[in-house]
T-cell receptor, first 111, second 110 residues
Framework: RKEVEQDPGPFNVPEGATVAFNCTYS??????FFWYRQDCRKEPKLLMS???SGNEDGRFTAQLNRASQYISLLIRDSKLSDSATYLC????????????FGAGTQVVVTP | NAGVTQTPKFQVLKTGQSMTLQCAQD?????MYWYRQDPGMGLRLIYY???????DKGEVPNGYNVSRLNKREFSLRLESAAPSQTSVYFC?????????FGPGTRLTVT
């Protein structure tokens, strides 16, 4: 079983709609959580960190559910520019060298 | 401010050839990483370096060696390339709660 699992998608979303997807992790001792965005054939870039209380950055909302061991990302009012692959990243013990990446969820926003 | 730079961007090798992938960062970060990304598998850690002069194996180190030349530079060497090493290689450095990635090297081994 992979340590970090994501639905690969693609999630096809009409422009202006809301899309949400989850990422599950297997290690209950995981300390920190992130969403990265990766455009086609580009490097990953940090979208947002995920805090225990949940957090919002503009149209993006991230949630953490420790009891069920998953994090989620919700995108409201989707834009064409939101089309990308979203990578879930989990830091297993809050130290360097322990970042685990999910394989990514592809989102395609259509006009 | 260039961030993290990698060379080359593309490379084609024949089985058994060797090469070194170069990575440099100008953000004064201590920690640096080498990952490979294959379809459907996410990024997998090859080696990391917590600070200048130290390196440690990650999840998939076989067939690779690394050198942390100084604080800025972290190179990855393939001594005898194999088709299984066909992948996209990303170097990253770690700031506060964030990893910064280079643009990647697309390597094909035939």
């Amino acid at each position: 079983r992979k340590e970090v699992e994501q639905d690969p998608g693609p999630f096809n979303v009409p422009e202006g709609a809301t899309v949400a997807f989850n990422c599950t992790y297997s290690n209950s001792a995981s300390q920190s959580f992130f969403w990265y965005r990766q455009d086609c054939r580009k490097e990953p870039k940090l979208l947002m960190s995920v805090y225990s209380s949940g957090n919002e950055d503009g149209r993006f909302t991230a949630q953490l559910n420790r009891a069920s061991q998953y994090i989620s990302l919700l995108i409201r009012d989707s834009k064409l520019s939101d089309s990308a692959t979203y990578l879930c990243v989990v830091n297993m013990d809050d130290s360097w060298g322990k970042f685990q990446f999910g394989a990514g969820t592809q989102v395609v926003v259509t006009p | 401010n260039a961030g993290v730079t990698q060379t080359p961007k593309f490379q084609v090798l024949k089985t058994g050839q060797s090469m070194t992938l170069q990575c440099a960062q100008d953000m004064n970060h201590n920690s640096m990483y080498w990952y490979r990304q294959d379809p459907g598998m996410g990024l997998r850690l090859i080696y990391y370096s917590a600070s200048e002069g130290t390196t440690d194996k990650g999840e998939v180190p076989n067939g690779y060696n690394v050198s942390r030349l100084n604080k800025r530079e972290f190179s990855l060497r393939l001594e005898s390339a194999a088709p299984s090493q066909t992948s996209v290689y990303f170097c990253a450095s770690e700031g506060v709660a964030e990893q910064y990635f280079g643009p990647g090297t697309r390597l094909t081994v035939t």
